[in-house]
């Protein structure tokens, strides 16, 4: 059993991979059958040739037949590529026209490509979150064995129920992405200020993997993508569970900006945060890359400038790579993270931003 499921997956890497789906099934088809035609044609082309190297040659004195003119030969070498043509274009339009039908879809997806993550939004419900690599920094380093699903892994991946016409809007907030997971059949670009659609019905639960398929910049890399297919009645449990949690986050976020975090707190967890949404461009020890990502280490804004400080975490700094968090981290990760940067690494302002800070010029209010 081992050595036919090892040869199962040389083939798979050797040849476009069938999928889970009836349009990747489709895919794969029209694949093969285009694959058979040409090796057809190979065949009869190249034997032809090999058959007139051998049997025409000069030595056996056979001398050059003249075609110049032939009203024959052109009508022959003009259609029969016409009907070779219009037997690959039969099913491959099909296949196009069904893999473009996004109709009447029973749970509809937002899908919104950012350096370097993906954003889910599920439009029938208050459910949103983002997709972020959790691959170990560790192994990517090479400190760490590297796992089985080495980047392939997000800390939440987005849920699907099995037996439903799922349709996906596919954008961006920045660059040009593109969201591709195989086994659907389904690489759609994410291009800034366009909505594009794709779709997919799983049959079987499951994991399924992909990543980002455009080069969109240094860590293109690590932007996976994974999809779990989940029975519809498992589904909608998860999917219950999720607008529980966005409540119950919401009423305690209201309970937070009418209380003051101390100083320890905000430090605790904002140095967590700090670790995993901004060392990468502005270092571990706060001191940035030269020429590419500023310092937050003794920066005028982050001793001087509280407001501007919260700003620029908040919404972003258009035209550089400074993404916007307000959408990724709740207000106390906020409220956190901009404490721990203007107090760390001998910043020591003694100044704490607190939730209803955040929120005031999130709101204007």
Request: net charge negative; proline share 4%.
């Amino acid at each position: 059993m081992s050595f036919a499921a090892g040869a199962e997956q040389q083939r798979s890497n050797l040849n476009l991979r069938q999928g889970v789906t009836d349009i990747s099934g489709q895919v794969y088809d029209l694949h093969m059958t285009i694959f058979w035609i040409c090796v057809v044609i190979g065949v009869i082309v190249f034997g032809a040739m090999l058959y007139a190297l051998i049997f025409h040659r000069k030595s056996k004195g056979a001398k050059p037949a003249n075609f110049h003119e032939s009203v024959k030969v052109e009508i022959a070498w003009t259609v029969v590529p016409f009907l070779i043509l219009v037997g690959m274009a039969v099913p491959a339009t099909k296949t196009l026209i069904a893999m473009e039908d996004t109709s009447k879809p029973d749970v509809t997806v937002l899908v919104t490509g950012s350096q370097w993550k993906w954003h889910y939004k599920y439009m029938d419900s208050n459910v949103d979150y983002y997709s972020l690599l959790a691959t170990r920094p560790e192994e990517i380093s090479n400190k760490f064995d590297k796992g089985e699903n080495y980047l392939l892994e997000v800390d939440r991946p987005l849920v699907i129920p099995t037996d439903r016409k799922v349709r996906f809007l596919i954008t961006s907030d920045d660059v040009i992405h593109s969201w591709w997971v195989p086994d659907f059949a389904v690489k759609k670009d994410a291009n800034p200020g366009f909505i594009n659609e794709a779709w997919t019905r799983v049959d079987e639960p499951g994991i399924y993997r992909g990543q980002c398929a455009e080069l969109c910049g240094k860590d293109h890399g690590f932007m996976p993508v994974v999809v779990i297919a989940k029975e519809p009645a498992e589904y909608q449990q998860w999917l219950s569970e999720q607008e529980a949690i966005v409540r119950k986050q919401k009423e305690e976020e209201q309970k937070l900006l009418a209380m003051n975090m101390e100083m320890d707190e905000l430090m605790d967890l904002g140095e967590r945060v700090y670790q995993s949404a901004c060392a990468a461009c502005h270092q571990p020890n706060g001191e940035g890359l030269p020429g590419a990502f500023p310092a937050l280490k003794g920066s005028q804004i982050v001793l001087e400038d509280m407001q501007k400080h919260i700003d620029i975490v908040v919404n972003g700094v258009s035209g550089t790579s400074m993404q916007a968090f307000g959408k990724q981290l709740s207000l106390k990760e906020l409220a956190a993270v901009i404490t721990y940067e203007r107090n760390a690494w001998g910043n020591n302002t003694g100044e704490t931003v607190q939730a209803k800070d955040v929120n005031a010029l999130m709101t204007g209010e």
